[in-house]
């Protein structure tokens, strides 16, 4: 049984850092694009990164988060820095075959963790 255990999230203000982390476990997970989604209330799942063969970032945290894996311990890190209030949202781990494409689209992953809530005081 496939699963993602999201760690690391909490309230912070803003400036502040947070570090989230995502175990995975059920599968390997090498050749899988793992990757970060948000949602905050009232809007729409959106992208945040994900670590395929490369790294990929929004253009919203890019130069403020930076992503990480340890295939051997099939987790994955999501470093957070400078946060701003507008990252208040519910973030999700995600796995999928999304590892040359469709790594932006969170229709091209199938696995998901159960979410961590990410709060930024002003």
């Known amino acids: 049984q496939v699963q993602l255990v999201e760690s690391g999230g909490g309230l912070v203000q803003a400036g502040g850092s947070l570090r989230l982390s995502c175990a995975a476990s059920g599968r390997t997970f090498s050749s899988y694009a793992l990757g970060w989604f948000r949602q905050a209330p009232g809007k729409e799942r959106e992208f945040v990164a994900a670590f395929t063969w490369r790294t990929h970032y929004a253009d919203s945290v890019k130069g403020r988060f930076t992503i990480s894996r340890d295939n051997a311990k099939n987790t994955v890190y999501l470093q957070m820095n400078s946060l701003k209030p507008e990252d208040t949202a519910v973030y999700y781990c995600?796995?999928?075959?999304?590892?040359?494409?469709?790594?932006?689209?969170?229709?091209?992953?199938?696995?998901w963790g159960q979410g961590t809530q990410v709060t930024v005081s002003a």
């Open positions: 995600a796995a999928g075959p999304a590892f040359y494409s469709g790594t932006y689209q969170s229709g091209n992953y199938n696995y």
